[in-house]
Each structure stands twice: as structure tokens, then as C-alpha cells.
């Protein structure tokens, strides 16, 4: 009872920090800001977590096994690889809105954290490398003329870019007009 009580509490407060980091940022969330969204009190978090830094690898790990679940569904779901990608496009257009308002969670904490903590940033990377290895793999499998991997940081870069443009200038038209003709492209190549 007491251990599913305080993975409940560390889950909740790896929640609370994700959402923190995405919607302020990572320098400007504080360790209060984190207490007060996750409604604990601040010895709680340090019996989970020893710093803001500890909570961050925790918030990577999190987005990982959620992102790896989400693409695995979409294999599991569509058998043509041609399709699986089109689902990530489709993934950029279904958050248009946060996209557009915050920018890429992904994006934005990676351009954050290069900026002065490069040992953190390289701990966020590893979420862009889950979709570029996944990207390739599925324009290998795609029989897609190219090298997969150039093809993966293309698609990805692409994506980022349009998630950046639409939140710069708040476009959902943007981001919409954008990802279709990515997919078009998808079909093409």
C-alpha cells in the first residue's frame, strides 16, 4: 500500500513537472513551482527526488516509455510502414493547438537545455532519437529510395520546424497546410 502510495506521489509529481517545463520552460519553473502544482510538500519530492535536474531525467524517461508505447501501437495497428508515418504527421496536426501556443515539448526543452546544460540536453535527446531511429526504420521498411536515416532527420526536422513557425506566429492555417503537404510527400517518396 505505502509503495503504490509513493510511486502514485512521484508520478504525480513527474506529471505535474512535465507540464510545468512545457508550458514555462525548465530554468523558469522552480522547485516551489513543482511543489505547489503537484500539491505535496517539499520533503515528499526530495524523498523521490534529489534535484530539478532528477526530476527532469524522470520527466525524458517518462516521455519515453509513452512515446515508445505510442509507436508501437501504430505498428501493431498499421501494417503498411507508408501509413505508420502518416501517423506521425497526424500526431503533429491532433496537438495544432499546444503546438501552436507552446511549441514542441520535444523541441523546446532540447533548444532550451543546449543553450547552458549540454549534459541535460543530451539526456532529452534521446527523444528525438526514439522518432528518428523509429522514423527510419519505418521509411526502410517503407522500400523508400534513400537513405533512411537522411530520410528520418529530414521528416523530423521538417515536423520541427513546422511546430516551431506555428507557434511563433500562433498559425494553426500553418501547421495545417504545412502537414499536408507532408504527407503528400510521404506518399511520394
Same mark, same amino acid.
Given at each position: ?25 525548465f ?7 513543482i ?5 505535496v ?34 505498428? !501493431? ?5 507508408? %501509413? ?13 493547438? %499546444? ?18 546544460r ?8 534521446r527523444?528525438f532519437d526514439?522518432? !528518428? ?16 536515416q ?10 520541427q520546424g ?7 506566429y500562433g ?19
Amino acid at each position: 500500500m505505502l509503495q503504490a502510495k509513493g510511486e502514485k506521489t512521484r508520478n504525480e509529481i513527474i506529471e505535474c513537472a512535465k507540464n510545468l517545463f512545457y508550458h514555462k520552460g525548465f530554468e523558469a519553473t522552480s522547485f516551489s513551482d513543482i511543489v505547489a502544482a503537484a500539491q505535496v510538500n517539499r520533503g515528499n519530492i526530495y524523498h523521490h527526488f534529489k534535484s530539478k535536474d532528477d526530476i527532469l531525467r524522470a520527466v525524458v524517461d517518462q516521455r519515453l516509455q509513452e512515446f515508445a508505447a505510442l509507436l508501437t501501437g501504430w505498428e !501493431r495497428r498499421l501494417s503498411d510502414p507508408r %501509413e505508420r508515418l502518416i501517423a506521425f504527421v497526424h500526431m503533429v496536426v491532433s496537438r495544432q493547438d %499546444e503546438l501552436a501556443r507552446y511549441g514542441c515539448p520535444i523541441g523546446s526543452l532540447n533548444t532550451e537545455l543546449g543553450k547552458d546544460r549540454p549534459l541535460l540536453q543530451r539526456e532529452a535527446r534521446r527523444l528525438f532519437d526514439l522518432f !528518428r531511429d523509429w522514423l527510419a526504420r519505418q521509411l526502410a521498411l517503407s522500400g523508400t529510395a534513400g537513405n533512411s536515416q537522411v530520410l528520418a532527420l529530414h521528416l523530423l526536422g521538417r515536423a520541427q520546424g513546422i511546430a516551431l513557425i506555428a507557434h511563433v506566429y500562433g498559425d494553426r492555417t500553418f501547421l495545417l497546410r504545412e502537414t499536408a503537404e507532408l504527407e503528400q510527400w510521404l506518399r511520394r517518396v
